[in-house]
Structure formats: structure tokens, C-alpha cells
């Protein structure tokens, strides 16, 4: 529900922004559109018959087995795209590459946390993923069967994303820093019946101890008939006798090859949990043809994938940028795909740029809260090591602040490089509003362009579109092909929060405006999602979790800026009437909260107070706390609250 005033989230910084950055020469040159107006054409013929735009790029950057009959339906919020057709994923990303001159081109090349690096030719991914798929089967999965996938970013996460791709199995990613209990809840919901994981990760020179998360949440989940475990750290880890199975060993035992298996385009691809604003994250799914030639063609001419690219997007596989950005996007295009297992600054906060000049990175994609990160570590870093390789650098996940764009582009990459900022989400797939590199003009802190089909508008809340650059809700204005077509097992939910808000529009959550140009401003979430380090986190989700605490009577979560990363988490709480504020009892409701999401929503600041302020009707008023928390004072309107009284006790706590 959208019930923040678009001011509370309006950035000055970036009202104030007006500097303009012109495309790079050298780059312009060898992009794959000649201009500006190029651009425009196709973006107007795209909008004008969308459906014909969308097919004619099928045809041109997929591999169909069966062609479709019709492109487009679209009935009770439910689309269908490129209907009759069967085409398979992993196909895609890879007997087509190995039936091809790029049999022996580095599909992968990955570096551990120690040191370790191994690089898999796409005929050794492929060999690899097929004997994956045939593990898959032996275990009596067919298509439509679910696989969660809880690892460390290691190969072999990847392995099993298009191992499933290739037998039709429906895979579910959950981000290795989620707790045990987040892992059970997305088990449970989506009903997955193996689970791929690994005795542990590197980060930060510890062992992240995956295996015993894994069997904590297994404890509580009744659809895991086995596990597969890579061996990974060499942890000591119990093997269940009759469920679990190691990946090296069973593996072994498989046949070496396994078909791609034709999917219908609407065919089930992943489940993917992301934060709403209630406490029980959303399940996005999203099919097989309509994503994938998102992300194809996004990362094709966003990205300017060329054949001698050595691309590194920094997400782990675990988020929509991963899947996007990391697997299929880059290996649908046939591009070589860097990938990193541990922290960025282990062992040493050079880690990034040392690997940047070792592997001859091209491209970067990360996240502003790393960027903020570096500048906070010093040029020293960076300015150690070669980066010459660098010739594009993108940003996703929040919006970028102009002094982390001009620092990117300064000392990251030379001025040289462009800076593709892109606007997305899960639900959206894959990148929506970015800049075509080398053919349009960037401004510090706006995504710029929207991409070819989509028809992004800024509406007020009665619907009617906001004026000249009047802030207002981000909203697309037709259905795409690689939107996520449902929350799973919830498609009433997934009308209501995407459809319904404003009715015939799909509705981003995300507050924006355009300036007199046309770009976009993304202004950030407009609903009770907060952004942290580019991961969204729901305000309800991180309250319901704290209200198990045994001491807690009442919680309410609240955003505020921070410097680093975008967000940070303030938890007002009053406790049960028996209960006593004590030393340990902050750090103990920190380790219970992060012990039922995840290491993410550990709170920045918890507030004890006797009271929180709450409307006639009882609802939190969240706006005042959020006022409070970031500006320490509380100006705006108290007219609706039901206890003034609240207000001089919060008022005196935070003195405190
Ligand atoms: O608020 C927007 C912000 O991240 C949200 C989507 O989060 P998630 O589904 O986790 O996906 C993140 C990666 C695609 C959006 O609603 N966001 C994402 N990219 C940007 C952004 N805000 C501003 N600028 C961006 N480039």
C-alpha cells in the first residue's frame, strides 16, 4: 500500500543535480547503435506495436524449438507471451554456444575467497550442468518439481540454476546469508523437494557454516526428500544417511549427457522471495521465453556484451541480479562471465581492483552501497592496480548518490567508461529504465531512458499522470514479456499489489519524477520497503520477526539515511510489562532478529520506548517515527495521533 507522502522520500541531492555527462567517442564508435535518434526510432516503433518489437527480437536472439502461434495474451493480470512455442534455457545458454566458435571461449571464470580460481569453457559448463540435470532426474525430479538452491557463490550454484533449466525443474535461490528459518519459510511456500547446498562458504576468512543452516531448516520442512552438498570448505558437516548426498560423489555416478527438454514459453522458470510490505515475503515466478529474452537483450545493448568481454556483475546468484545479471542474461549472449565468492575487501580492501586487473575485467555492474564503501576505504585502493581493462561500469539496486557517480566514473574509470544506472526490480525481471551507453548523455543519479517496450509513467494516486517534473508513482504503463507473472500460490495478492494499486497500471512502489529532458529520477520506495545495501527489506517482516522476541510487546521498523548503506534499520520497541531494560538486551533482540531473516536486517538502532504513536484506530504512525529517527525531531502533522503524551516520551528517549 502506498501511504508515504512522496516527500518523505524525495532526495535533495538529486533534485539539485544538473550536470550532464556527453557519450564517449571511442566508445560510441563501436556501440551497436549508431545514435541517439536510432535509439528513439526503435524505442517509438516498440511502443507502437509492442508485440511485433518483442517478436522480432525472439526471433533474433533466441533459439526456439517450436515457434509460437500467437505473442501476446493478457487476461486476469495473467500474460502469456510467445504462446505454442517451446524453447529450453539452458539451450540457450549453451549447446548453442557449444555448437559454435565459442565451444572453447571461458563461459566462466571464478575466483574463491583464498585465491582458488577455475574457469569452465562452455563445453565443460555444459558437460557439467548436463550430469547436474542427470542428478536431478536420478533423484525421480521432473519438470515442474521445485530445487532450492542455498550456497555460496561458488560454480556449482550456477551449475544447478541451469541444470534445473534443462529438465524444467523450478529453481528457488535463497541468498546464503538468509537465516535457517528464511530458508525453511521459502522451502515450505514454494514445496521444494531437494535442496542443492555446500558444507560452507568462505567471507571474510571465516566459514560461513551452510550445511548446518541448511539442516537446522530442514528440521521444519516436510517436502526435502534429498540434499546434494558440495564440498566446498572441507567443514566437518553430518550427512544424513538416505537424504543427503555429496555433489563430487554422486555426481560420479552419472551419465554424461542429458537432453534439453522443450518448455513451453510459460513454462515455470524460478521462484524468487522478495520483501512486500507485510510480513511474508512475496514469491515471484517468473517463465521460461518472456525472461529470458529480457534478460538477453538488456544485457546485450545495455551492457555492449562484445566477444572479448570479461564481464563481472558483483550480485550474488541468490538475487534477481544474479540470476539476471550474473547467469542467464550474460551466458544467453555467449559472454565470459567473472564471478567472486568472498567479501570485497578480504584480504585486504584492494580485493576488487587487485581482481579487476588479474582477470582483465571489461565491465563492472555493483551496487551504490559498495561504491559509498570504497570511497569510505580511500583512492589509495583502487589507484594501486591497473584498470585499464575497465570500459563500462554499471549501478543497480538503489538510487546512486551524484558523489559516488562522479567518484565511479573519476577514479574507477577514468572518465572513460559510461556509467549505466539501471532501474529495476525482481518483479520487473530485468533492467527497465537505463542508459544505452555511448549514445545517450548520463546525469549523476538518474537511470535516464527506459528500455525499448517498456513505458514507464509518473502518476499521482487518482491515476492521472503527474506534471512537468511533479514527483509522483513510478508505474509501466503495459504488461512485458519478462515480468513476473504471479506470486506464487497468491495471484490475488499479485493483482492487488501490482495491478490494483492503480488500476491498469503496474504499480513499482518506487516514487520518481522526469525532468524537462524526459529522464527519470528514481526517488526511492514509496511504500513501508526499505532499501539496505540494495536489498529490500519490509518493515513488517523485520517487526513480525522481533515480536517473537519473549520480551518484546510491540515493534515498529522504520528507515532512515545512511551514508553507506542507503538505509539503515531503526527499531522502536516497547516491552512487555514484566520486562526490564537490561545491557544485553539490544544485542540480544539484534542476534534474534538477524537469527530469523538474516545477517541483513540486523537493526542499526534500537529505541525502547513506553509507547509508540498510533492513529484513533490503532494503526502505528509510522511517519512520525520515521521523522524522528532520521531528523530527531517530529514537525509534521499530529492532528490524527490518539496520545499526545506518546510523543513527549519518544521525544525524551531519543535525548536519552
Ligand atoms: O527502489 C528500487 C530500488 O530497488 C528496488 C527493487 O529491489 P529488488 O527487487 O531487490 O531489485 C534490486 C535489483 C534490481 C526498486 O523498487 N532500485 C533498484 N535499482 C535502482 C533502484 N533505485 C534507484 N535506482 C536504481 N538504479
Not at 565468492?341 to 585486504?348: D, I, L, N, Y
Not at 529520477?521 to 515480536?547: F, P, Y
Given at each position: 500500500m502506498a501511504n508515504n507522502e512522496l516527500a518523505e522520500v524525495s532526495i535533495d541531492s538529486l533534485l539539485k543535480e544538473n550536470r550532464k555527462f556527453l557519450p564517449n567517442k571511442k566508445f560510441s564508435e563501436n556501440y551497436i547503435l549508431k545514435d541517439y535518434n536510432t535509439y528513439k526510432r526503435m524505442y517509438n516503433s516498440s511502443i507502437k506495436d509492442p508485440k511485433k518489437f518483442w517478436e522480432k527480437m525472439a526471433a533474433t536472439h533466441l533459439v526456439f524449438f517450436k515457434k509460437w502461434r500467437s505473442v501476446f495474451k493478457w487476461k486476469d493480470y495473467k500474460a502469456e507471451w510467445f504462446i505454442g512455442a517451446t524453447l529450453n534455457i539452458?539451450?540457450?545458454?549453451?549447446?548453442?554456444?557449444v555448437n559454435s566458435d565459442r565451444k572453447n571461449k571461458a563461459a566462466l571464470i571464478w575466483e574463491g575467497e583464498p585465491g582458488?580460481?577455475?574457469?569452465?569453457?562452455?563445453?565443460?559448463?555444459?558437460?557439467?550442468?548436463?550430469?547436474?540435470?542427470?542428478?536431478?532426474?536420478?533423484?525421480?525430479?521432473?519438470?515442474?518439481?521445485?530445487?532450492?538452491?542455498y550456497m555460496p557463490l561458488i560454480p556449482e550454484a550456477m551449475i544447478a540454476m541451469l541444470a534445473c533449466t534443462r529438465i524444467g525443474v523450478v529453481h528457488t535461490v535463497v541468498f546464503g546469508g538468509f537465516s535457517s528459518n528464511s530458508l525453511r519459510d521459502r522451502i515450505q511456500d514454494s514445496g521444494c523437494k531437494i535442496l542443492f547446498t555446500a558444507d560452507g562458504g568462505f567471507r571474510k576468512g571465516s566459514v560461513v557454516k551452510m550445511k548446518e543452516m541448511a539442516d537446522e531448516a530442514l528440521l521444519e520442512t516436510s517436502t526435502i526428500k534429498n540434499v546434494i552438498v558440495v564440498k566446498r570448505t572441507s567443514e566437518k558437516v553430518n550427512m544424513k544417511t538416505g537424504r543427503d548426498l555429496w555433489w563430487h560423489e554422486y555426481s560420479a555416478k552419472q551419465a554424461k549427457v542429458c537432453e534439453a527438454i522443450p518448455l513451453s514459453s510459460e513454462h515455470p522458470l524460478f521462484i524468487l522471495y522478495t520483501s512486500g510490505t507485510t510480513g511474508k515475503p512475496k514469491g515471484l515466478l517468473h517463465t521460461t521465453a518472456g525472461y529470458l529474452l529480457g534478460a538477453t537483450v538488456t544485457t546485450k545493448y545495455l551492457f555492449d556484451i562484445k566477444e572479448t568481454d570479461i564481464y563481472w556483475c558483483t550480485a550474488d546468484v541468490g538475487w534477481i541480479t544474479g540470476h539476471s545479471y550474473v547467469v542467464y542474461g550474460p551466458l544467453?549472449?555467449?559472454?565470459?562471465?567473472?564471478?567472486?565468492?568472498?567479501?570485497?575487501?578480504?584480504?585486504?580492501?584492494?580485493?576488487?581492483?587487485?581482481?579487476?586487473?588479474?582477470?582483465?575485467?571489461?565491465?563492472?555492474?555493483?551496487?551504490?552501497?559498495?561504491?559509498?564503501?570504497?570511497?569510505?576505504?580511500?583512492?589509495?585502493?583502487?589507484?594501486?592496480?591497473?584498470?585499464?581493462?575497465?570500459?563500462?561500469l554499471g549501478t543497480v539496486g538503489e538510487p546512486i548518490n551524484p558523489e559516488a557517480w562522479i567518484w565511479y566514473n573519476e577514479v574507477i574509470g577514468k572518465k572513460k567508461c559510461p556509467i549505466v544506472d539501471t532501474w529495476w526490480q525482481t518483479e520487473t525481471g530485468a533492467a527497465m529504465i537505463a542508459p544505452f551507453p555511448g549514445i545517450m548523455a548520463t546525469k549523476p543519479g538518474s537511470a535516464t531512458n527506459p528500455f525499448f517496450g517498456i513505458e514507464p509513467v509518473i502518476l499521482k494516486k487518482d491515476g492521472t499522470k503527474a506534471k512537468g517534473n511533479e514527483g509522483g508513482y513510478l508505474c509501466i504503463k503495459n504488461p512485458w514479456p519478462y515480468m513476473a507473472r504471479t506470486i506464487y500460490g497468491d495471484h490475488d495478492r499479485y493483482k492487488k499489489t501490482y495491478w490494483k494499486e492503480i488500476?491498469?497500471?503496474?504499480?513499482?512502489?518506487?516514487?520518481?519524477?522526469?525532468?524537462?529532458?524526459?529522464?527519470?529520477?528514481?526517488?526511492?520506495?514509496?511504500?513501508?520497503?526499505?532499501?539496505?545495501?540494495?536489498?529490500?527489506?519490509?518493515?513488517?517482516?523485520?517487526?513480525?520477526?522481533?515480536?517473537?522476541?519473549?520480551?518484546?510487546?510491540?515493534?515498529a521498523v522504520v528507515g532512515r539515511p545512511d551514508p553507506i548503506k542507503g538505509q539503515g534499520i531503526v527499531a522502536f520497541i516497547t516491552l512487555k510489562k514484566s520486562e526490564k531494560v537490561n545491557s544485553h538486551l539490544k544485542e540480544d533482540i539484534s542476534k534474534f532478529i538477524v537469527k530469523e531473516i538474516g545477517t541483513l536486517a540486523r537493526p542499526d538502532d534500537i529505541r525502547f520506548t513506553e509507547a509508540l504513536p498510533k492513529t484513533r484506530s490503532g494503526k502505528i504512525m509510522r511517519r512520525l517515527l520515521r521523522e524522528l529517527a532520521t531528523t530527531g525531531v517530529i514537525k509534521g502533522d499530529t492532528t490524527t495521533l490518539e496520545d499526545f503524551s506518546v510523543l513527549e516520551k519518544l521525544r525524551e528517549k531519543d535525548e536519552d
Open positions: 539452458s539451450y540457450n545458454c549453451l549447446d548453442r554456444h582458488d580460481v577455475k574457469t569452465y569453457t562452455y563445453q565443460q559448463l555444459y558437460s557439467e550442468v548436463m550430469i547436474c540435470a542427470n542428478m536431478l532426474k536420478s533423484l525421480g525430479l521432473v519438470a515442474g518439481d521445485k530445487a532450492a538452491i544467453s549472449n555467449g559472454a565470459t562471465v567473472f564471478m567472486y565468492e568472498g567479501a570485497p575487501t578480504f584480504p585486504e580492501p584492494d580485493r576488487f581492483w587487485k581482481m579487476i586487473s588479474d582477470h582483465k575485467v571489461t565491465t563492472l555492474y555493483t551496487a551504490p552501497t559498495a561504491i559509498r564503501s570504497f570511497i569510505r576505504l580511500g583512492n589509495e585502493y583502487p589507484l594501486k592496480h591497473d584498470l585499464s581493462s575497465l570500459r563500462l488500476e491498469g497500471h503496474y504499480f513499482t512502489g518506487d516514487g520518481a519524477h522526469q525532468d524537462k529532458e524526459g529522464y527519470f529520477w528514481i526517488m526511492g520506495r514509496v511504500d513501508d520497503v526499505i532499501n539496505v545495501s540494495g536489498h529490500r527489506l519490509g518493515t513488517m517482516e523485520i517487526e513480525s520477526a522481533a515480536v517473537h522476541h519473549p520480551s518484546i510487546a510491540e515493534c
